[in-house]
């Protein structure tokens, strides 16, 4: 079994940053492939960016080139970097763990709240 805890979420001005962790339990953290996903109020929930156990990044083009994604194996932590925030970045934010072996396992964390205003 997998537990995710994010943190680093909260209250930020347009124009700035914060950067979100997520940590993982368990010993298959490595070889999985962590995404960051978003549901903004009264809108379903959307892929913001994920990263591969190979280091492969995608990110979903409303964020291309303000955030970043990044994994630390070591400490089994992935990370949202995300500057230049605005108002549609508002949302609840929820990491992902994806693992595919014989059959895939996916695990969700409980969301952290970013809200973007001034």
């Known amino acids: 079994q997998v537990q995710l805890v994010e943190s680093g979420g909260g209250l930020v001005q347009p124009g700035g940053s914060l950067r979100l962790s997520c940590k993982a339990s368990g010993s298959i953290f490595s070889i999985s492939t962590m995404g960051w996903y978003r549901q903004p109020p009264g809108k379903q929930r959307e892929l913001v960016a994920s990263?591969?156990?190979?280091?492969?990044?995608n990110y979903a083009d409303s964020v291309k080139g303000r955030f970043a994604i990044s994994r630390d194996n070591a400490k089994n932590t992935v990370y949202l970097q995300m500057n230049s925030l605005n108002a549609e970045d508002t949302a609840v934010y929820y990491c992902?763990?994806?693992?595919?072996?014989?059959?895939?396992?996916?695990?969700w964390g409980q969301g952290t709240q970013v809200t973007v205003s001034s």
């Open positions: 992902n763990l994806q693992f595919r072996g014989l059959s895939i396992r996916e695990y």
């Open positions: 990263i591969t156990s190979g280091d492969r990044t």
